[in-house]
C-alpha cells in the first residue's frame, strides 16, 4: 500500500514574529520544511510528499526544497482558512488506496523511527495518533469557576496523525465543525476509534522564537549521541 506525507504548512507564522512563514525559518543552516519533509523520506524512501502552501509561497518553497532535497518530488496544494481545509485541500490529490499521514510542517524534529510506527499501526488497526503525557498541572475553566484536572489522564497530541485512506478520506468529507482541532476529532465524529500510541517528547510544535532554540539543542544533542 502507498504512503502519502501530507504536510501542513498554510499558516503564516505570525506569533513567530519573522517576516517569512515559520517553516521557511532556518535551523541549523536548514529550513524547518526541509527538516520535516527529510524526516519523513529517510522514514519511508518510496512515500509520496504533498505539502500544503499558500500558493503564493510555491515557488520558493519548491525551490528550498529542490536545493536540499533535490532526489525528492513535492506536490504542493493551497492552503486554506483553517487546517481543516488546509488538509481537505491536500486530500484531494491522493487518488490511491494509501496510508495517509497528516503532519504540522513546524513539528521538524519528528523522527523517522515515530513516522514508521505510526504507519505499522495504522497499518494494523487503520489508524495511529501520537501522544505524550501532560507535565504541567492542569486546570478546566467553566463559567462556574476552575478545578484541578488529573493530568494522569491527560495526554498531549501530536502529529503525524497517522490513518488508512478509507477511514480518513470519508470522515474529511463532514461540513467542517469548530470542535475538529485535529483529524483524530474527524475521525471520532465520524464514528471510527482513533488508536493511540507513545509519541516523542522531542516532537515539539515550533510557535514561538524560544521553539527555535530549543530545537537547535535537540538536533545538537542528536548530532553528539549518534
Not at 512515500?47 to 525528492?72: D, K, Q, T
Not at 488508512?164 to 476509534?193: K, N
Request: aromatic letters at 6%.
Amino acid at each position: 500500500m502507498k504512503s502519502v506525507a501530507v504536510i501542513v504548512a498554510g499558516g503564516t507564522g505570525s506569533r513567530m514574529g519573522a517576516p517569512s512563514p515559520k517553516q521557511f525559518l532556518e535551523l541549523q543552516g536548514r529550513p524547518l520544511l526541509v527538516h520535516t519533509v527529510e524526516a519523513f523520506v529517510k522514514a519511508l524512501p518510496d512515500i509520496n510528499i504533498i505539502v500544503v502552501l499558500p500558493s503564493s509561497y510555491w515557488e520558493e518553497g519548491g525551490a528550498l526544497l529542490a536545493r536540499y532535497l533535490p532526489e525528492v518530488t513535492v506536490f504542493f496544494a493551497e492552503g486554506g482558512p483553517t487546517r481543516f481545509r488546509s488538509v481537505q485541500n491536500g486530500l484531494a490529490l491522493v487518488k490511491d488506496p494509501a496510508i495517509l499521514f497528516v503532519h504540522d510542517a513546524a513539528r521538524c524534529l519528528v523522527t523517522p523511527s515515530l513516522i514508521r510506527r505510526c504507519h505499522a499501526l495504522a497499518l494494523e488497526k487503520g489508524s495511529a495518533v501520537p501522544v505524550v503525557p501532560v507535565r504541567d498541572s492542569m486546570r478546566i475553566v467553566s463559567d462556574e469557576g476552575h478545578a484541578v484536572a488529573d493530568r494522569e489522564r491527560l495526554r498531549a497530541v501530536q502529529t503525524p496523525q497517522t490513518f488508512r485512506s478509507e477511514i480518513l478520506l470519508p470522515a474529511m468529507s463532514q461540513p467542517y465543525d469548530t470542535s475538529f482541532t485535529d483529524e483524530a476529532t474527524v475521525v471520532e465524529r465520524y464514528g471510527h476509534r482513533v488508536e493511540l500510541l507513545e509519541g516523542e517528547p522531542d516532537n515539539i510544535k515550533i510557535t514561538y522564537p524560544v521553539d527555535l532554540v530549543v530545537a537547535t539543542q535537540v538536533l545538537a544533542s542528536r548530532v553528539i549521541g549518534s
